[in-house]
């Protein structure tokens, strides 16, 4: 996880390849949805079906964790389930489409890096759900050191993109936002679960598309 980051750079970089080679030959809109797709494909949609498996089993579960984490576990979707994949891909594209084409680069780069880093930050000291699952495993395996080398990490490759005063007003936006869906979690099903990483993931990235639409420069 310390290199969750890191990640995050490469993938960000590969969709703003992928962005500057749309955008030569199709209109912003069109390069926009190419990007979003090309990134759906790079992480095999893992996050976002994380989401849709974690807002089927809240709404379904109506507070019983055992009924929730039950739903979360399946992998059928559902009508809220896939009310939130439709909600994710529609407040990406209409994020990115808003941003002057000069900054969607940029913005890409920050989405993918800071999602990665919000998810090391979620697992931090976050008990797993269940005994089996892959939150679990990564909330075990992360100390506060490797946190520390993965938040140095985001900081170099932030830096470089923006301001620092507005990074780390960000940074604060982000670190009290995901630390609510970390209480909100243990309290309803007593910690975190793979699929919860993913959704912080979805809503971390949508944070910082939404921060670049109003306060990044």
Known sequence: MAWFPAVGLILGLLLA?????????????????????????LTGALHVDGLSDTCDGLYGGKGDKVKILEIMKDSRI????????VLDMAFRF???????????????????VLGRWGQVW??????????????????????VGLFGFSS?????????????????LLLLFLLLSIRI???????????ITGDAI??????????VLLWMNTAGI
Do not use: D, H
């Open 94 to 112: 209409a994020l990115l489409y808003s941003l002057p084409v000069s900054r969607i680069p940029a913005s890409l780069i920050l989405m993918a």
């Open 181 to 191: 869906a970390k209480g909100y979690f243990r309290r309803k099903i007593g910690g």
């Open 152 to 168: 140095m990490i985001m900081l170099i490759i932030c830096l470089f993109l923006l301001k620092p005063i507005s990074l780390a």
């Open 17 to 41: 390849l992928v962005f500057k080679l749309a955008i030569c030959w199709f209109n912003p809109a069109i390069a926009v949805l190419l990007t979003i797709t090309a990134y759906m494909f």
């Open 78 to 85: 559902g009508t809220i389930g896939a009310l939130a994949l």
């Open 198 to 207: 993913g959704a912080v993931n979805e809503g971390t990235e949508i944070l």
């Open 122 to 143: 979620f697992c931090l000291n976050a008990p797993s759900a269940r005994q089996e699952s892959r939150g679990g495993y990564f909330s075990n395996s992360l100390t």
